[in-house]
């Protein structure tokens, strides 16, 4: 997040987004830690929404440009896999 341009005009989202997904992953550790009633589907439902926004910045920005930043197609494959573990039961 802090090593996005300084001189960027849209540096307030880089790090807005970067702080996003931070949450987006301690939500997911404070899931596989504790059996909190409705946590599971906040999980879900996080990863669902981060990830519509990964979708939209890929759209946004159009698919050549996006795959040419292995960090978006990187950061959508790690939250799809993230809301799969949260879909799946504790054992």
């Known amino acids: 997040m802090l090593a996005g341009p300084?001189?960027?005009a849209g540096r307030i989202w880089i790090f807005g987004t970067g702080l996003a997904l931070l949450c987006t992953a301690m939500l997911s550790l404070l899931r596989h830690g504790c059996g909190?009633?409705?946590l599971?589907?906040?999980?879900v439902g996080?990863?669902?929404m981060m990830s519509a926004l990964v979708v939209a910045l890929t759209?946004?920005?159009?698919?050549?440009k996006?795959?040419?930043n292995p960090q978006i197609p990187l950061g959508?494959?790690?939250?799809?896999?993230?809301?799969?573990f949260s879909l799946?039961?504790?054992?």
């Open 6 to 8: 300084a001189n960027s």
């Open 36 to 38: 909190v009633h409705g």
């Open 40 to 43: 599971r589907r906040s999980c």
């Open 46 to 48: 996080v990863h669902v």
């Open 59 to 64: 759209v946004g920005i159009g698919w050549p």
């Open 66 to 68: 996006a795959m040419a």
């Open 76 to 84: 959508l494959g790690l939250l799809v896999a993230e809301a799969m």
């Open 88 to 91: 799946a039961k504790n054992p």
